[in-house]
């Protein structure tokens, strides 16, 4: 007997979708009865209490069998309840592909697909050939109908198991989709003997401890969008194992802020899951989760996702939000109708009677057809037209004839920028070119008034925007670890703030490196409106001066000590094209966050004297730091930036994070399709120079190898596992001088590049010099200076192999004197033989800063006429003091009387 026959034929099988609740378990339960014959088969994935429940407690209630062991080509129909969607039930992926569409299938040969749902239908759902989908709270609802209307016999324990499907999914008849079918079924029910105290026991379980825990997360992590004229919450978290039952920790955070949108976000393991929950008409859930692969009902929705950062996903939650939710049409809250226009013969008399009359400031004026506008007039004008005598002329000899329009769909923001801003005495209000309505200036300030803020909209839209942040006072903190004097030099720039009534951040590195225990002078400060304005009043009140860069809106303010402190105002970059210099724009803290390169550099704390030291952290940083993890913000973050990726590099090594499996992802997309090609040689120049800046650069020049970004630099660059073995020697040599020598300034990035370009061709050096933009100088260093370095280490470890007896301490002062100190640390790290380094380190240690006491004046006095001599006497007495020959003042002048040194002053 093959396997074929072996399994079970049957003609009808029934299921539903996966991560079943009690609805769809209970539906599948219900078609069992109406399709007696049939088969349910379990959706995998259960939520593990009503596995528990139903397979331990309720089994005997299904015929049930696993979709393995059943002959689907014997099947004839498919019975699907609580869905319609193809990806949600993947168990009869197979016979999905075998239903006929025909309303006669079974005469076709198909199978027939039966569908029971109370979701709303979307684009890409099946087809069924016999079809119920009524809007119910609970698609058991529907099938309870239809078992009482045929009068099919229910026992006690199945219509507790259909009324708990109706409980659960009405919310225990809270949600605003419960309907009266299903009051009247869950009725129906009771009358069947389901017992409500089981329902009760289930329905009402209490949650776990780890639950809690998630539950406070939830309750902590809340921030609140006005979007389209609505509070929208939504709460981001991640947790490292799986959270069970998050639809009712959802529920219970709905419940306990009683707020009527409600979105969680929820990292768990590698997946994201969002979970949303609405109490009003204007917010489907639904509808919003299912164009992120999710769906639902308008009232509660989930979805998953891949591959993507919590703060990816956030921002495309809140467009898509914005897009979905039906607006609130303030515009049409605040407008005056029907308006009042008059025409533009009317006179200025005639005007102010009307405005006298309706008690307003102004007046629409239009020619012949209402609608076909011309100006206005304000009852200023018509007050001074009338104080002149000229009340008998048209009101347009005197009319305002640049005149703004709005549309009913507008926000406030727009509103309030075309008044207050734009100086419009007047907003006529278009739609479809018919005008509707008017705001004026007494409209708007009611408004604003009636929003319940002294101050202006925008000023409380903002406050919005930090209480979307996760905020917490570290003031104690910042006095452990500040010294009292940064702590001083903050708070003044706090108070600068506070007497011009602006909010004042220090941000970024110094935030970052704050919370990492690490040392930073930076002080990075970005202010919500003008930041040079701030700049020049801090320098004025510091006493110090103040240098300002106006095409970016920052400015540096130098205090007397040398101090340096940059100040920028917040603002919006956007790029035209990938790698092309950001366009700058004045914005929000929040905007000018979201515009950097990673997280962990988006933390800002603020230093107004009312909030002084509270932490703000709008995307998640705190948490990669925790995680030492480098992640960026947005997917296109390479492609606006592909600098980035060398500073992603830099990062990880500095700190000895790991870059993000996304992050990384996005690096490697970003070199293949080549976003470098656009990028300045000098900015990749930037970015090189900083990574070998670092402590210990090496593992960053790893990661550019092996990532294959050394071609950017240039195609014939390379770097082998010689070179990588050269820079260990060099970061060896380099801490050995910076431990000897501390104040010795030198450029540091140039010994490691010269060892990184020392294996190629002099013409690559050349173009990477040329395409860098390096200065002269810096070309001669790499270049024709390090050549000349390789010839003098050649001779010197000649030298030392073949064991010259002549080489004495005046001879290795000559052969590496004319060297600058970054030549010769890089010989030093480059020397083949301890011997050579040794001999490079005594010169450097001994010999190089040896000087003669004897001056021209000296030698005037015994006699020798001044001339160009001079030089080679000066030396020759120098090496002599080099080869120990001579050590005092009276030795050196004695070695020249005695040598008789002769010259020509010619």
Same mark, same amino acid.
């Given at each position: 007997?093959?396997?074929?026959?072996?399994?079970?034929?049957?003609?009808?099988?029934?299921?539903?979708?996966?991560?079943?609740?009690?609805?769809?378990?209970? +539906?599948?339960?219900?078609?069992?009865?109406?399709?007696?014959?049939?088969?349910?088969?379990?959706?995998?994935?259960?939520?593990?209490?009503?596995?528990?429940?139903?397979?331990?407690?309720?089994?005997?209630?299904?015929?049930?069998?696993?979709?393995?062991?059943?002959?689907?080509?014997?099947?004839?129909?498919?019975?699907?309840?609580?869905?319609?969607?193809?990806?949600?039930?993947?168990?009869?992926?197979?016979?999905?592909?075998?239903?006929?569409?025909?309303?006669?299938?079974?005469?076709?040969?198909?199978? &027939?697909?039966?569908?029971?749902?109370?979701?709303?239908?979307?684009?890409?759902?099946?087809?069924?050939?016999?079809?119920?989908?009524?809007?119910?709270?609970?698609?058991?609802?529907?099938?309870?109908?239809?078992?009482?209307?045929?009068?099919?016999?229910?026992?006690?324990?199945?219509?507790?198991?259909?009324?708990?499907?109706?409980?659960?999914?009405?919310?225990?008849?809270?949600?605003?989709?419960?309907?009266?079918?299903?009051?009247?079924?869950?009725?129906?029910?009771?009358?069947? /003997?389901?017992?409500?105290?089981?329902?009760?026991?289930?329905?009402?379980?209490?949650?776990?401890?780890?639950?809690?825990?998630?539950?406070?997360?939830?309750?902590?992590?809340?921030?609140?969008?006005?979007?389209?004229?609505?509070?929208?919450?939504?709460?981001?978290?991640?947790?490292?194992?799986?959270?069970?039952?998050?639809?009712?920790?959802?529920?219970?955070?709905?419940?306990?802020?009683?707020?009527?949108?409600?979105?969680?976000?929820?990292?768990?393991?590698?997946?994201?899951?969002?979970?949303?929950? +609405?109490?009003?008409?204007?917010?489907?859930? /639904?509808?919003?989760?299912?164009?992120?692969?999710?769906?639902?009902?308008?009232?509660?929705?989930?979805?998953?996702?891949?591959?993507?950062?919590?703060?990816?996903?956030?921002?495309?939650?809140?467009?898509?939000?914005?897009?979905?939710?039906?607006?609130?049409?303030?515009?049409?809250?605040?407008?005056?109708?029907?308006?009042?226009?008059?025409?533009?013969?009317?006179?200025?008399?005639?005007?102010?009677?009307?405005?006298?009359?309706?008690?307003?400031?102004?007046?629409?004026?239009?020619?012949?057809?209402?609608?076909?506008?011309?100006?206005?007039? +304000?009852?200023?004008?018509?007050?001074?037209?009338?104080?002149?005598?000229?009340?008998?002329?048209?009101?347009?000899?005197?009319?305002?004839?640049?005149?703004?329009?709005?549309?009913?769909?507008?926000?406030?923001?727009?509103?309030?920028?075309?008044?207050?801003?734009?100086?419009?005495?007047?907003?006529?209000?278009?739609?479809?070119?018919?005008?509707?309505?008017?705001?004026?200036?007494?409209?708007?300030?009611?408004?604003?008034?009636?929003?319940?803020?002294?101050?202006?909209?925008?000023?409380?839209?903002?406050?919005?925007?930090?209480?979307?942040?996760?905020?917490?006072?570290?003031?104690?903190?910042?006095?452990?670890?500040?010294?009292?004097?940064?702590?001083?030099?903050?708070?003044?720039?706090?108070?600068?703030?506070?007497?011009?009534?602006?909010?004042?951040?220090?941000? !970024?590195?110094?935030?970052?490196?704050?919370?990492?225990?690490?040392?930073?002078?930076?002080?990075?400060?970005?202010?919500?409106?003008?930041?040079?304005?701030?700049?020049?009043?801090?320098?004025?009140?510091?006493?110090?001066?103040?240098?300002?860069?106006?095409?970016?809106?920052?400015?540096?303010?130098?205090?007397?000590?040398?101090?340096?402190?940059?100040?920028?105002?917040?603002?919006?970059?956007?790029?035209?094209?990938?790698?092309?210099?950001?366009?700058?724009?004045?914005?929000?803290?929040?905007?000018?966050?979201?515009?950097?390169?990673?997280?962990?550099?988006?933390?800002?704390?603020?230093?107004?004297?009312?909030?002084?030291?509270?932490?703000?952290?709008?995307?998640?940083?705190?948490?990669?730091?925790?995680?030492?993890?480098?992640?960026?913000?947005?997917?296109?973050?390479?492609?606006?930036?592909?600098?980035?990726?060398?500073?992603?590099?830099?990062?990880?090594?500095?700190? !000895?994070?790991?870059?993000?499996?996304?992050?990384?992802?996005?690096?490697?997309?970003?070199?293949?399709?080549?976003?470098?090609?656009?990028?300045?040689?000098?900015?990749?120049?930037?970015?090189?120079?900083?990574?070998?800046?670092?402590?210990?650069?090496?593992?960053?020049?790893?990661?550019?190898?092996?990532?294959?970004?050394?071609?950017?630099?240039?195609?014939?660059?390379?770097?082998?596992?010689?070179?990588?073995?050269?820079?260990?020697?060099?970061?060896?040599?380099?801490?050995?001088?910076?431990?000897?020598?501390?104040?010795?300034?030198?450029?540091?990035?140039?010994?490691?590049?010269?060892?990184?370009?020392?294996?190629?061709?002099?013409?690559?050096?050349?173009?990477?010099?040329?395409?860098?933009?390096?200065?002269?100088?810096?070309?001669?260093?790499?270049?024709?200076?390090?050549?000349?370095?390789?010839?003098?280490?050649?001779?010197?470890?000649?030298?030392?192999?073949?064991?010259?007896?002549?080489?004495?301490?005046?001879?290795?002062?000559?052969?590496?004197?004319?060297?600058?100190?970054?030549?010769?640390?890089?010989?030093?790290?480059?020397?083949?033989?301890?011997?050579?380094?040794?001999?490079?380190?005594?010169?450097?240690?001994?010999?190089?800063?040896?000087?003669?006491?004897?001056?021209?004046?000296?030698?005037?006095?015994?006699?020798?006429?001044?001339?160009?001599?001079?030089?080679?006497?000066?030396?020759?007495?120098?090496?002599?003091?080099?080869?120990?020959?001579? &050590?005092?003042?009276?030795?050196?002048?004695?070695?020249?009387?005695?040598?008789?040194?002769?010259?020509?002053?010619?």
């Amino acid at each position: 007997m093959n396997e074929k026959d072996e399994k079970i034929k049957i003609n009808t099988i029934i299921t539903s979708h996966v991560n079943s609740d009690f609805d769809s378990i209970a +539906s599948m339960l219900a078609a069992q009865k109406l399709y007696p014959d049939s088969i349910v088969v379990f959706p995998g994935s259960q939520e593990k209490s009503l596995r528990d429940f139903f397979i331990s407690s309720m089994s005997y209630l299904f015929n049930m069998e696993n979709p393995d062991a059943i002959d689907f080509s014997s099947v004839k129909t498919l019975v699907l309840v609580d869905t319609r969607q193809r990806n949600r039930v993947p168990d009869v992926a197979e016979l999905i592909k075998c239903i006929s569409k025909s309303k006669h299938s079974s005469k076709s040969g198909g199978v &027939e697909l039966h569908i029971y749902d109370h979701h709303p239908k979307q684009e890409d759902d099946l087809e069924g050939t016999f079809e119920v989908n009524d809007k119910t709270g609970a698609t058991v609802t529907i099938l309870s109908r239809i078992l009482r209307e045929r009068k099919i016999p229910i026992t006690p324990d199945e219509a507790t198991v259909m009324a708990l499907g109706i409980y659960e999914d009405t919310g225990s008849f809270n949600y605003s989709s419960t309907t009266e079918s299903d009051f009247l079924e869950a009725g129906f029910l009771v009358s069947c /003997g389901a017992s409500v105290n089981t329902i009760s026991s289930l329905i009402t379980r209490e949650i776990s401890t780890d639950q809690v825990t998630w539950l406070n997360a939830m309750l902590n992590e809340i921030t609140c969008h006005r979007i389209n004229g609505f509070d929208i919450h939504i709460s981001t978290i991640s947790s490292t194992s799986y959270i069970t039952d998050l639809a009712s920790i959802v529920q219970k955070v709905v419940k306990i802020e009683d707020i009527n949108v409600f979105f969680a976000i929820v990292l768990m393991e590698n997946k994201i899951t969002i979970v949303g929950r +609405s109490r009003i008409d204007e917010t489907d859930v /639904g509808q919003i989760l299912s164009a992120m692969g999710g769906g639902g009902h308008a009232y509660a929705a989930s979805a998953k996702i891949m591959d993507k950062t919590l703060v990816q996903v956030e921002q495309e939650l809140l467009g898509i939000i914005k897009n979905k939710v039906r607006t609130r049409q303030i515009v049409m809250e605040i407008m005056s109708s029907p308006p009042i226009i008059i025409d533009t013969m009317i006179t200025c008399r005639k005007a102010s009677l009307i405005m006298t009359r309706y008690n307003i400031n102004a007046l629409l004026i239009s020619e012949g057809d209402r609608n076909n506008l011309t100006g206005y007039i +304000s009852r200023q004008v018509i007050e001074k037209a009338l104080y002149h005598k000229l009340d008998h002329l048209p009101v347009k000899e005197y009319m305002s004839t640049e005149l703004s329009i709005i549309s009913p769909d507008a926000d406030i923001h727009e509103v309030e920028n075309k008044i207050m801003e734009g100086k419009e005495a007047i907003l006529p209000v278009i739609r479809e070119n018919e005008v509707i309505g008017v705001i004026d200036r007494t409209d708007l300030v009611s408004f604003l008034l009636s929003y319940g803020k002294n101050n202006r909209f925008m000023a409380a839209q903002e406050e919005k925007s930090l209480r979307n942040a996760r905020k917490r006072n570290i003031e104690p903190f910042l006095k452990e670890r500040l010294d009292s004097k940064i702590i001083d030099l903050l708070k003044d720039i706090g108070r600068a703030g506070d007497q011009v009534g602006l909010d004042i951040f220090v941000v !970024g590195g110094f935030v970052r490196d704050l919370l990492l225990y690490r040392n930073s002078d930076d002080i990075d400060i970005v202010v919500e409106g003008d930041g040079i304005a701030f700049a020049r009043q801090l320098a004025e009140m510091k006493q110090g001066r103040c240098n300002i860069h106006p095409e970016f809106g920052t400015a540096v303010v130098i205090l007397p000590c040398g101090f340096k402190i940059d100040v920028a105002s917040a603002r919006l970059e956007y790029y035209n094209y990938p790698a092309a210099l950001p366009t700058v724009e004045k914005s929000s803290i929040k905007v000018d966050l979201f515009r950097r390169d990673f997280t962990i550099n988006t933390l800002a704390i603020r230093l107004n004297m009312i909030e002084f030291g509270t932490l703000i952290d709008f995307f998640g940083a705190q948490r990669d730091l925790k995680d030492k993890t480098i992640r960026i913000i947005h997917n296109l973050s390479f492609v606006e930036d592909p600098t980035r990726v060398f500073r992603a590099i830099k990062f990880a090594n500095r700190f !000895g994070f790991v870059i993000g499996k996304l992050t990384l992802s996005l690096i490697k997309n970003a070199i293949k399709l080549d976003f470098f090609k656009n990028l300045s040689g000098l900015r990749v120049f930037s970015e090189i120079r900083q990574i070998l800046e670092e402590d210990n650069p090496i593992s960053a020049i790893e990661y550019i190898r092996d990532y294959q970004l050394d071609k950017i630099i240039h195609p014939e660059f390379c770097i082998d596992r010689e070179t990588i073995a050269f820079l260990a020697s060099v970061k060896k040599t380099l801490d050995w001088h910076d431990l000897m020598y501390l104040d010795v300034e030198y450029l540091r990035w140039s010994v490691y590049f010269m060892v990184l370009t020392k294996r190629s061709p002099i013409r690559v050096c050349e173009d990477i010099c040329s395409k860098f933009q390096l200065s002269p100088r810096q070309t001669s260093i790499i270049i024709r200076d390090r050549l000349r370095a390789d010839e003098r280490l050649y001779l010197l470890e000649k030298s030392l192999v073949e064991k010259i007896p002549l080489f004495k301490n005046s001879a290795l002062y000559n052969l590496l004197s004319t060297f600058k100190t970054e030549h010769i640390l890089y010989m030093m790290a480059t020397a083949k033989k301890e011997e050579t380094r040794k001999a490079i380190s005594f010169f450097y240690t001994q010999l190089k800063d040896l000087k003669v006491s004897i001056r021209g004046r000296d030698l005037i006095q015994i006699g020798i006429k001044p001339g160009p001599g001079y030089k080679n006497i000066i030396q020759a007495v120098l090496e002599a003091k080099l080869d120990g020959l001579v &050590e005092t003042r009276e030795q050196e002048m004695e070695f020249v009387k005695n040598r008789n040194i002769r010259f020509n002053n010619n």
